[in-house]
């Protein structure tokens, strides 16, 4: 059976993707001024074109969301700041996961699970501060699809 929008299961996987490579970008385009070593910066320029290059190929497939708006008219930085915080705590609690699985010492156990706790306590008050100022609309599809797009042309157009 052919279908003429993708799949509501990948599109949610490409929206994961989009909005964490797009405070990615963002962020090192944003500190490669302050990179100062040589092979570093050509790293971090790297990056930046990697980056660019997954985004413009992902951005490419969301005509085909199911009924993605796009509207690039917002200039607001926030979302980027907010969204990066946002990658940082979720990855903080995989993280953790993953090292108390691999922890055999009850104390160090002790003290992961600790920090695993606050990390999921800082997630959840990132993700409650976004979704209340609509910049993490996660219970509308159409405009979370929306956002990332705003977000991720943002990004790629952004000076360095």
């Known amino acids: 059976m052919i279908h003429d929008h993708l799949a509501w299961h990948e599109t949610l996987d490409m929206h994961e993707l989009v909005a964490f490579q797009t405070a990615g970008l963002f962020m090192l385009k944003k500190s490669i001024k302050m990179v100062h070593d040589p092979k570093l910066r050509e790293l971090y320029k790297f990056s930046i074109h990697s980056l660019k290059q997954n985004l413009t190929e992902l951005l490419a497939f969301y005509p085909e969301t199911p009924k993605v708006m796009m509207d690039s008219s917002k200039i607001d930085e926030t979302p980027f700041y907010a969204g990066n915080l946002l990658g940082l705590a979720k990855t903080a609690v995989r993280n953790y996961a993953i090292a108390i699985t691999e922890t055999a010492t009850p104390a160090l156990r002790k003290v992961l ?43 790629i157009q952004l000076e360095y």
Do not use: E, F, I, R
Not at 122 to 147: C, T
């Open 113 to 155: 699970t600790k920090q695993l706790k606050n990390a999921v306590k800082l997630h959840g008050k990132v993700y409650y501060y976004m979704y209340q100022k609509g910049y993490y609309p996660s219970y509308d599809l159409n405009q979370l699809l929306a956002n990332d797009y705003m977000n991720a042309t943002k990004a």
